[in-house]
């Protein structure tokens, strides 16, 4: 048993739950609108089926799969944004299981669900192989784990790689943007999969401008806050100038709105 490796990760997985509590995803999550639904008209399931949506957040893909009639449930270890899913789905009069729980302890039977989603979530999981064969465990035989995970370039790489210059990540951390490449996916899910399909996809996030984009960022984005509140001033405002020029790269429009491209990688498991 390795004993050396349990403790930090369940260290590293509070710290990280506190980063996720601070702002309010939920306000980020309006960029994640259409991930959710180009993965769930990927993973396509039928009415009925067992879909659950892993580090849901406020409900992006889980809400997206109910309309499909499905029996959808929302898992997502942070409270405040399970609350705010419940609210989502009640104010659309949609019935969906939301409940908080770790993706690297998923609180589920073996093959439970019929088509696992994770958009830009299990992704974050410290203990990447355990979070893999959760995923695993409770998707039935023939069942699909379909993942929306952010790239090593483009605008994912690059604004991942600006939080982890100015907030290194602890060094038993592996990084998240290991699900962006096809050998990572291989390494984790491979094994436990009879076929896995990979493809680029493109989505638009949408801002008044790339100043906008950063507003939105630092006041309400759990990492952004987390990485600022470590900085001194000039350091903090050197990460504001770099997560902007982020935007404004990846920025496609030219009448001072932000529409900005990230280009991620969709994954289609289908389990043995
Ligand atoms: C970038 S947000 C995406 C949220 C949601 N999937 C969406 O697209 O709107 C990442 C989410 O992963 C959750 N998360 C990260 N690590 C997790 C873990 N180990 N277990 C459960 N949730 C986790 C965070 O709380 C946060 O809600």
């Known amino acids: ?108 039977d073996d093959n439970s669900f019929d088509i696992i989603l994770s958009v830009y979530g299990v992704q974050f999981a410290p203990d990447q192989e355990k979070a893999a064969n959760e995923m695993l465990r409770v998707c039935k035989p023939g069942g699909l784990i379909a993942l929306a995970s952010p790239l090593p370039e483009g605008w994912s790489g690059d604004f991942f790689a600006v939080h982890a210059k100015y907030n290194p990540p602890p060094p038993e951390v592996t990084s998240p943007l290991r699900w962006g490449t096809e050998k990572g996916v291989q390494q984790l899910l491979g094994r436990g999969c009879s076929s896995i399909e990979i493809s680029k996809q493109k989505v638009l996030q949408y801002y008044k401008s790339t100043d906008h984009a950063l507003e939105v960022f630092s006041r309400w984005f759990g990492p952004t806050i987390q990485a600022s509140q470590k900085l001194n001033d000039g350091e903090r405002k050197n990460l504001l100038q770099d997560i902007k020029t982020v935007f404004d790269r990846y920025n496609q429009a030219t009448d001072g709105r932000a529409i900005v491209e990230n280009i991620y990688l969709q994954i289609l498991a289908t389990k043995k």
């Open 1 to 108: 048993m390795n004993h050396k490796k349990t403790l930090p990760f369940s260290e590293i997985t509070e710290k990280q739950k506190q980063t996720w509590s601070s702002g309010d995803f939920n306000q980020i999550a309006r960029q994640n609108w259409a991930m959710g639904e180009a993965l769930c008209n990927a993973a396509d399931p039928l009415p009925g089926q067992r879909v659950l949506d892993v580090a849901c957040g406020s409900g992006t893909a889980a809400l997206v799969a109910e309309r499909r009639y499905c029996e959808v449930t929302g898992v997502d270890y942070v409270p405040e944004l399970i609350d705010r899913a419940k609210l989502r789905a009640k104010a659309n009069g949609q019935k969906i299981n939301f409940l908080t729980g770790d993706a690297q302890d998923l609180p589920f």
